[in-house]
Structures are given as C-alpha cells and as structure tokens.
C-alpha cells in the first residue's frame, strides 16, 4: 500500500521558516507530478503549490498567490523533490498541510486536488503573531 509521511509542521513565530518534507513509502515512484495544499480550520482545501515532472532537469513550478515568493518546491526532481520550504510565515498560513502525487511523465504541473490519487495525512502548521 503506498503512503506519503508528512514531517515538519510545527509552531513557529510569524516571519519563521518551516520545511515540510514527504516521504513516500510502500514503492518507489519513478516519474511524477506533486502538489501541496493546506486547509484551515472552517475552510476548504486550498491549492498551496505544484511541481511538474520533468526528468533530470528539474520540473515546472506553480504557486498560489498566497505563497508566491515565499514558499518553494525543489526544481531538481533528482535530489529529494519532495518538500515545501516556507519562509516569512504569516498567521493567516495557519493549517494543515498535506502532499499528495500523482504518477507523471508531463511537464504539466497539477492544482487541483482530485487531480492527484496519492495523499499524505496531513501535518500540522500554526503561525503565530
């Protein structure tokens, strides 16, 4: 059964970094796409950033508004791809975040949640002011 572990939440002040990482686990993944998306308390599930697969060359990134300049995914799908690295935190990115994959030879990058069939069980992030 395959799995994706999530690590790294925390509570941290506003203006701290985090990094999230996500390992999977029960098979090896070759080639894919991944996404991280978060969701608050009251709120629905929110797209939070993409990569694309893209070989050695590192994959195509997308970044919701909210994180843009702030957060980033790796470019180099041959070191460790998976992990969120978020910096300048601010109280409003307070949520649960989850990972999630989908197997991909594309150079496409994913935003939507069902477009992904493997999910991690989510870790929690709080920011305070």
């Known amino acids: 059964q395959v799995q994706l572990v999530e690590s790294g939440g925390g509570l941290v002040q506003a203006g701290d970094s985090l990094r999230l990482d996500c390992a999977p686990s029960?098979?090896?993944?070759?080639?894919?796409?991944m996404g991280w998306f978060r969701q608050a308390p009251g709120k629905e599930r929110e797209f939070v950033a993409a990569?694309?697969?893209?070989?050695?060359?590192?994959?195509?990134?997308y970044y919701a508004d909210a994180g843009k300049g702030r957060f980033t995914i790796p470019r180099d799908n041959a070191k460790n791809p998976l992990y969120l690295q978020m910096n300048s935190l601010k109280p409003e990115a307070t949520a649960v975040y989850y990972c999630?994959?989908?197997?991909?030879?594309?150079?496409?990058?994913?935003?939507?949640?069902?477009?992904?069939?493997?999910w991690g069980q989510g870790t929690q992030v709080t920011v305070s002011s």
């Open positions: 999630a994959l989908r197997l991909d030879q594309s150079t496409r990058y994913y935003l939507r949640a069902y477009e992904y069939r493997y």
């Open positions: 029960g098979r090896t993944f070759s080639s894919y796409a």
């Open positions: 990569i694309s697969w893209s070989g050695w060359s590192g994959g195509n990134t």
